[in-house]
């Protein structure tokens, strides 16, 4: 099959949206981005440069980005998702990032067979016409237990009810902002992640992809 496959996910945080996404990458050679770590990075820039944060600097800081550097573990931490979750919501930094998104879902290198961009508005607005498009979503305490334990490992000092508040903040702000809210759109296919393993969400999906794909 010549035709680039490209698949779009759109999930609230902690659903496993990123771990699915991972693992179809992996198995149909797609190049991967996590489009929340790019809104993680400009919130990281900001607490860093607090008097200095402008456009300016965002837009020098995005021309120079690469996947890689949106790996850093300091991205995980609470105070940077809340961040992110503020500078999502300004319209003129979505439109930065926007022109990166676009670039890794429709020109990836040609080393990959297409591309998978998970985020929160991936299906209604940076991928409408991909070949495949999912809404993966869990209960809010699943995901607020699976995001904890993230945390735990990473040896932060934090609790589950913390970790439960962040989520909920972060689940109103996703869903109820004007610009790009997250949304299952109708050509959307919902993957209900909180009584599935790792593994068998994988083979769900794989088992959607497959049928089209002809594999």
Do not use: W
């Not at 797609?30 to 837009?59: E, M, Q, V, W």
């Not at 809340?82 to 020109?107: G, H, N, P, T, W």
């Not at 790009?180 to 769900?204: Q, V």
């Amino acid at each position: 099959m010549n035709k680039l496959i490209q698949v779009a996910i759109d999930s609230p945080a902690a659903a496993g949206a990123g771990t699915q996404a991972k693992l179809i990458a992996k198995h149909y050679n797609l190049l991967y981005l996590d489009t929340g770590k790019i809104y993680r990075f400009i919130g990281n820039l900001k607490i860093k440069n607090k008097k200095k944060f402008n456009y300016s600097l965002i837009k020098k800081n995005i021309s120079k980005l690469k996947i890689k550097n949106l790996q850093s573990r300091i991205l995980l931490s609470n105070r940077v998702a809340l961040e992110a979750s503020i500078v999502a919501k300004d319209k003129k930094i979505r439109k930065l990032v926007y022109s990166f998104q676009i670039k890794c879902a429709y020109k990836p290198p040609k080393k990959f067979k297409g591309s998978i961009l998970d985020g929160r508005d991936i299906t209604s607005v940076i991928m409408k016409k991909a070949m495949f498009k999912f809404f993966i979503t869990a209960n809010i305490k699943t995901r607020a237990l699976r995001r904890y334990r993230e945390l735990k490992l990473l040896n932060k000092k934090i609790t589950y009810k913390e970790v439960l508040k962040s989520i909920k903040i972060r689940d109103k702000s996703d869903y109820n902002r004007k610009i790009s809210p997250l949304k299952k759109t109708t050509d959307s296919i919902l993957i209900n992640t909180t009584n599935l393993t790792k593994r068998s969400c994988f083979l769900k999906i794989k088992q959607i992809m497959d049928k089209k794909l002809k594999y």
